[in-house]
């Protein structure tokens, strides 16, 4: 079933208020909660004794409301008995400093003590919940992340390092440590790439620690999925993540194990607020939906202005409804509001739930009301309905983390490519999958690998037979540079991608801000055109590739800037360079038509058309995200799955607001 409800901090309020709290709820058509997820001191006053009399009556006021419940295990707070008797679980930071006890996230994920007091707390909230009726699932721990440095990690990354490539030769040789005399002779000789080293560490030592920080945690993780599995067989396990924008861990590693993904949507975060555009949630959404390539829950969604120390702008009447439905039309199954009711103390005092301070239950609640009224309508039309998508972007961690490691050029943001790219489909309604490279790639029309830039034999072959056998691919500047051990590899670039693109880069240019340089196309509707580059410039040389765009100035002026290959069945097609918004908007709209790819429905800027598909009913989601109403020519006649009346011809939908229509009639 379509599951919709809110995260709910009971330990945070008197007991008298929960029997109201849920009856709101349930007027609300909430039909889920998510507890517990930092209530580790409540649940475990003292170290070994357990205390879960006050969730068990919580639960039970929700059981008699037929509202099931999510429990997250408390893992990422730890109380301040653990901390106080064991000061070295808390974390060290790059600087070298160990990090403070009083906020969360301060521990290491590696320590024995923690790890152990983590799985106890799993272990009892595991066998005490695993009949209660209402339960249904968990979220393991919350927002994993964080990398630490301690004594501990340094140990463990020596060994995982031993594991990986088992003789200190092969290593040795592997990352280069010839390169300024670091050749070790011992295992524990390795260090932890500390920003206290002066000049950069070794990018291959950076890499695998990257690598082996993102190891830890899912293998934190699965000390809690084993411990939830043998007690809690018939309960569904997942993580909330944070997006596509958090790129800290291997998210597709730590996605695996569980049953689903679920992530926290917060489109007007404190991070978010100077560059919200409605694309950013909706990469987020294909990001984490691509990530096990299987519809997801929101476990958070943004429900009021939200902020720590500092406030968001209220989002708008309508705004939060919206957002929900974004998240639903890009395959969300399920909707889960952060927070209930606004905290009155702790650092969140400022991040909105959907009733005020005072508990009263204002414009926010009742437009999330409003959804849940429709939702008991169309929810059940909705659930499990898949997202089918002819685009794919390929992302790569491996990638992300080189990139952290090594900018390559200050003007560079790998986020910010693959953005402007996901954001150049968008605006077309063009349905996006954001995919591993590792994934089959056949059912798509056209892939797209922004700098994909650690390659690796296995990834080149599954884009080659991809394109070999009839794909279209797209290149893009600094793919293929670096082999598995971060190391730059012996051919010419694109390295293993080379043959499939038909062309070699012979130069290239980081180019400085402000220093002009544009490509001119040479091709169909593009022909003529100039448009702006930036930041970096590759300098092709064609080796079988048909050029189709050339740069405009300074001493590389007339030289090949982007190419075309026919390989096999397919084709590649190699962009030299960075460019801006419009530069993507501008090749991708030709690309698209090219290939025949386009949305049912058009719509004016800033409307959004997003489908779903349950069997060969296609349900669309038409989303107004504009200050004004918006109009639609609708091609054919169909079902407004909201109101069950037959629309055709020019509709309206306001601003701020959204139509559901069923298939074509
Ligand atoms: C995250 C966390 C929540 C809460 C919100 C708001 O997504 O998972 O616990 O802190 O942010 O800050």
Known sequence: MFRFGVDYYPEQWPEERWEADVQLMSEAGFNVVRLAEFAWAKMEPEQGVFDFDWLDRVIDVFHKRGISVVLGTPTASPPPWLAHKNPDILRVREDGLRVAYGSRRTNCPNHPIYRECSRNITTAMAEHFANHQAVI????????????????????????????????????SIWGTVFWSHIYNEWCQIPLPLSTLGAPPNPSLSLDFRRFVSDAYVSFQQEQIEILRSKCPTHFITHDMMGFGYGGLDYFNIAKPLDFVSWNNYPFGFWHQLEYTPASPALSHAAMRGL?????WVMEQQAGPSGWQTLSSTPRPGVLRLWAYQSIAH??????FFRWRTARFGAEQYWHGLLEHDGRAGRRYHEIKQMGEE??????????????SKVAILQSYDSRFAFQVQGNSAEFSYEKHLTQIYTALWKRNISVDVVSPTVELSKYDLVIAPALHVLTDDLAANLRNYVRAGGTLVVTPRTGVKDIANVVVNQPLPGLLADVCGVIVEEYDAIATGLPQAIIFDVDDLAGQTLPVQAWCDILAPQGADVIAHYVNDYYASKPAATWNQFGQGDAIYLGALGTDA?????????????NIQSDI????????????????????ILNFTDSPQSINLPGAYRNLLDTTIVSGTIQVGSNNLLILGSRL
């Open 583 to 595: 530069f993507y908007e501008s090749v991708f709209g030709w690309l698209l038509k090219q290939k």
């Open 292 to 296: 096990k390539s299987k519809n997801f």
């Open 331 to 336: 395959g969300a199954d399920g909707i889960v």
């Open 602 to 621: 058009e719509a004016p800027a800033g409307v959004e058309v997003s489908e779903r598909w349950q069997a060969n009913q296609c349900i669309y989601f």
């Open 137 to 172: 699932g968990w979220q393991t721990d919350n927002e994993f992340g964080d990398r630490c440095y301690c004594d501990i990690c340094q140990k463990e990354f020596q060994t995982w390092l031993q594991n990986r490539y088992v003789t200190l030769d092969e290593l040795n």
């Open 375 to 388: 939702l008991k309508r169309v929810g059940d039309q909705i659930f499990g309905a898949e997202i089918k």
